[in-house]
């Protein structure tokens, strides 16, 4: 941890709330003998662009990232010995307002006056350049009341509506030495503690790949549409040449509407613009700077001369994440939708796990990101992303125990009277996040201090739900958002069928069970005990209350049967029930499901895990409305939030809530891993030391192979099935072993290295 000197330095006036330029600071230093070592320490109220000597420090972006920011404002630290110099030098930063000052949520919140200036209404700098000389001195450069600030080429940036640069406003030479910046204006200096600030504790966000513009054609309206072939998290980068004053504006969507028209109305008050106006230069190459856009369409609204499709590119932007999950299979399909759960990720893992990057929302809903985390960690090292974020978590729990909507928490008392969720404070499903989230962890990585770190959190959110619960042991007494966006609704409604203590039960029950696992793993006895007793209670209530005598299920949706399954809440008296009640409400539906936000995500592993593999696939393949698959035959590149986004007849579902890029859905991932490649992990082999390689073949499916980069290394499984002979390859990490369970039934205890096996089955 830095000690830091340095003040928060403003370039805004109070009374700038409602600006979101991109001001310029400078500070220009002598340095006397020669530079041993330099390390700069970095972070913003808002966001920041750091440059020593006109050269850029550092390649993330939208830094400092987004925290909560009252408890956790995280610095970044960069070596920068090569860009200093003996002599004069000069360190200057831009500024954004960011998630700090800038617009933030939909519009109707705090009683229609939308959300702005959540944490403060002047953006300000904090940096620290610490120098090490080669004469043995010390020397400090801060960010104090010496610096100057003055306006610059961004005339607007914000999150959500996308940037305004005028090319013309450059200050040219502005972090060099030779500048001359007597005009510039004086800084202020904010006053804040620095017991909030840490050190960068996850990943950085970066660049990390970019797409040519595939496409380039004219709507039916008229609009001059560029098509990147996929739905990404990131901006526009392009190249022009005009005259000076010349502009450049260009709109973002996901999709185009039925009739082939450029369709903004799902990004409600997100504007999603970039403007950029020309200085007239031979050749200018603009890349926003403090903004993001989820889209894969581009509408060129003003552009001086004929735009060529060469001229684009998209930069895919997201949390720097190592790739550790690999899938294929013989179904195309099948394969799209691995690529389309895999861009669910990159496109919402942005410094915090978003429900979706485009519309005025893009918040860290623990629901949505508890439903996900397992998924995540087959495609990804999601570890650190969510250490960060579960600090986060930790930071915005309240102290009885209760867990936000979103974290960062930007919601809590800034609710319009009439939303859905205002009178609530945490609900079943989202904030269980607290549980899951660092079970899912473990599980993937095995590293107990996540755990560790997670205990207290974990145990007061289900203490918290202890006291809402009657009796301590059934949750019907808050209001739910339940089986969100489930198509068991009512005509127009978010709220599945559901009974929602039905579900607030259940949850409450999965999540005391691995409390008292966590407690064991950690060595608390004591609590195992507690908490494993409590379990029993939850289970033997919910039995009183959901089942009938006979066994039949008092709800009668899928979810509540598939919840009731997954969680091995079922009495097993009841078991063949529950699943020939599953059944049947599958069969009532022609093999479709019906489910939500939570059911949907353990829908194929409960009909696999309990004797129903045929028609696990034949839910996984499906490709007709609705299903994953249909959203594929209808063009999609990421995950919908809706399952009837788009419907059969090409209308869309209300554009009030209609995202093209929302990971929930993409839940299913851990299946095609898990059961069909079959590449699985255990708690009691936590991270992958030992694993269970049982891959179940189904669907017509006629190979599928996977690679997950575990802690210890890959592990691979290759399948294929020629007539009646299925052929089976594996790659067990060093230091781990495995059992490898085959579809004829025979197990095989195995350890590193490769194995393979050829054998019989039915077909
Ligand atoms: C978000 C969801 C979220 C839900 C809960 C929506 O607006 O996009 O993904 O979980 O609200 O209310």
Redesign the pocket.
């Known amino acids: 941890m830095v000690n830091f000197k340095a003040k928060f330095i403003t370039p805004d006036a109070p009374g700038d709330a409602e600006l979101s330029k991109g001001k310029l600071l400078r500070k220009k230093f002598e340095i006397k003998s020669e530079i041993k070592s330099a390390t700069v320490h970095v972070t913003a109220l808002g966001l920041y662009e750091l440059y020593i000597n006109n050269q850029r420090v550092g390649d993330a972006v939208l830094t400092p990232g987004w925290t909560e920011y009252n408890s956790r404002l995280l610095y970044q630290t960069w070596d920068v010995t090569s860009i200093l110099r003996s002599g004069n030098n000069v360190i200057g930063a831009t500024l954004g307002a960011g998630w700090y000052k800038g617009d933030l949520g939909?519009k109707s919140l705090r009683n229609g006056l939308g959300l702005r200036n959540v944490y403060g209404k002047q953006s300000a700098l904090l940096m620290q350049l610490d120098l090490v000389l080669t004469d043995g001195s010390r020397e400090l450069i801060i960010t104090d009341e010496c610096w100057k600030c003055s306006e610059g080429p961004i005339q607007f940036s914000e999150l959500y509506h996308g940037e305004i640069y005028d090319a013309g406003q450059e200050k040219e030479g502005w972090c060099e030495a030779g500048y001359d910046d007597s005009g510039w204006d004086n800084v202020e200096i904010i006053n804040r503690k620095p017991d909030t600030l840490a050190p960068q504790d996850g990943p950085l966000i970066r660049r990390q790949e970019v797409i040519k513009a595939k496409n380039l054609f004219t709507t039916p309206k008229g609009e001059l549409v560029l098509d990147f072939g996929q739905n990404i998290s990131g901006w526009v980068r392009f190249t022009v040449s005009g005259k000076a004053g010349d502009v450049v504006k260009l709109r973002h969507a996901e999709v185009l509407d039925s009739d082939g028209n450029f369709y903004t109305e799902n990004l409600r008050a997100a504007r999603n613009e970039i403007q950029y106006i020309l200085s007239g230069k031979e050749k200018e190459i603009f890349e926003p700077h403090f903004t993001f856009q989820g889209f894969q369409y581009a509408c060129i609204d003003e552009w001086p001369g004929e735009p060529q499709l060469g001229d684009f590119e998209a930069i895919v932007v997201h949390s720097d994440m190592k790739r550790t999950g690999w899938f294929e299979c013989s179904n195309p399909l099948l394969n799209q939708l691995h690529h389309n759960i895999l861009w669910g990720l990159k496109g919402n893992f942005v410094d915090v796990p978003t429900?979706?990057p485009q519309?005025d929302?893009r918040?860290g809903?623990?629901?949505?990101a508890q439903v996900f985390i397992r998924t995540s960690t087959y495609l990804m090292d999601t570890k650190d992303f969510f250490i960060k974020w579960l600090r986060d978590l930790r930071a915005a729990q309240f102290d009885n125990g209760a867990v936000p909507?979103?974290v960062p928490d930007v919601l809590t008392g800034n609710f319009s009277d009439g939303d859905?969720?205002a009178n609530a404070e945490a609900v079943s499903g989202?904030g269980d996040a607290a549980v899951i989230c660092p079970w899912a962890l473990w599980l993937a990585y095995g590293d107990e201090e996540i755990l560790r770190e997670c205990y207290e959190s974990m145990k007061n959110w289900v203490e918290y739900i202890r006291k809402r619960a009657t009796d301590g042991v059934l949750w019907n007494t808050d209001f739910q958002?339940g089986d969100?966006?489930a198509l068991d609704a009512k005509e127009g409604s978010?709220f599945g069928a559901t009974a929602t203590d039905l579900i607030a039960t259940a949850y409450y029950a999965k999540c005391t069970e691995i409390l008292a696992e966590t407690a064991s793993i950690l060595g608390n006895t004591k609590d195992k005990t507690l908490y494993t007793s409590l379990h029993a209670d939850i289970k033997r209530a919910y039995e009183n209350e959901f089942f009938s005598p006979n066994g039949r299920l008092c709800s009668n949706t899928q979810t509540a049967h598939i919840l009731s399954l997954a969680f091995d809440i079922t009495p097993e008296k009841y078991r063949k029930r529950t699943v020939k009640g599953l059944l049947q409400l599958l069969d009532e539906n022609d093999g479709h499901l019906t489910t939500g936000?939570l059911g949907t995500p353990y829908f194929c592993q409960v009909l696999a895990d309990n004797g129903c593999l045929d028609e696990a696939y034949n839910l996984l393949l499906k490709e007709g409305y609705p299903s994953w698959l249909y959203q594929i035959t209808k063009g999609a590149t990421t995950v919908w939030?809706h399952w009837d986004g788009i419907k059969p007849d090409g209308s869309m579902w209300s554009a009030n809530?209609n995202?093209f890029n929302?990971y929930?859905y993409g839940s299913v991932g851990e299946f095609l891993y898990r059961t069909v490649a079959g590449i699985d992990t255990h708690s009691t082999h936590a991270g992958y030391k030992h694993i269970i390689m049982r891959p179940r073949p189904g669907g017509g499916l006629t190979y599928a192979r996977a690679t997950v980069e575990t802690p210890h290394g890959a592990a691979s499984v290759s399948w294929s099935i020629e007539e009646n002979k299925f052929k089976f390859d594996a790659h067990v990490p060093d230091n781990t072993t495995a059992t490898i369970v085959l579809p004829n039934g025979s197990t095989h205890e195995v350890g590193a290295g490769d194995h393979s096996y050829i054998v019989e089955i039915q077909r």
């Open positions: 939909w429900d979706c519309r929302e918040m809903w623990t629901g949505d909507f979103v859905i969720i989202w958002l969100w966006v978010y936000f939030e809530m995202s929302h929930a």
